[in-house]
Nanobody, 124 residues
Framework: QVQLVESGGGLVQPGGSLRLTCAAY????????VGWFRQAPGKEREVVSC????????YYIDPVKGRFIISRDNVKNTVYLRMASLKPEDTAVYYC?????????????????WGQGTQVTVSS
C-alpha cells in the first residue's frame, strides 16, 4: 500500500526555520518525481518545489528560491523540505506528493499519491 506521511510542521517565528519530512511506504522514491505543495487559507494549492523524475533536476517557485531546499534520501526513502528565513506568507498546509513519471515536476496533475499534509504557521 502506497503511503506518504508528512511531519515537521509547526508554529515558527518570522525568520525561523523548519524541516518538513515526507516518509514513503509501499514503494521507493528513487525513480519517482517528488514534490512539495502548499495551500494557504482561501487560496488554491500551489507547487513549492519538486524533483523531476527524468533527470533529478529541482524546481522552486520564485518566492522560496534561496530559502527552501528540497532533497531526497533514497536509503531512508524520505523526502525533505528545508525551509529557512520563513515569512508569514509561507503559512499554509504543506503536502508532499509523488508521480511515477513527471519530466515537468511542477505540474500538479502529474501526481498520483499525496500525503495528508502538515500545517506550517509563521507568526510572531
Amino acid at each position: 500500500q502506497v503511503q506518504l506521511v508528512e511531519s515537521g510542521g509547526g508554529l515558527v517565528q518570522p525568520g525561523g526555520s523548519l524541516r518538513l519530512t515526507c516518509a514513503a511506504y509501499g514503494f521507493t522514491v528513487d525513480y519517482y518525481a517528488v514534490g512539495w505543495f502548499r495551500q494557504a487559507p482561501g487560496k488554491e494549492r500551489e507547487v513549492v518545489s519538486c524533483i523531476s523524475s527524468s533527470d533529478g533536476s529541482t524546481y522552486y517557485i520564485d518566492p522560496v528560491k534561496g530559502r527552501f531546499i528540497i532533497s531526497r534520501d533514497n536509503v531512508k526513502n524520505t523526502v525533505y523540505l528545508r525551509m529557512a528565513s520563513l515569512k508569514p506568507e509561507d503559512t499554509a498546509v504543506y503536502y508532499c506528493a509523488v508521480a511515477p513519471y513527471a519530466p515537468n515536476c511542477a505540474k500538479e496533475d502529474a501526481y498520483d499519491y499525496w500525503g495528508q499534509g502538515t500545517q506550517v504557521t509563521v507568526s510572531s
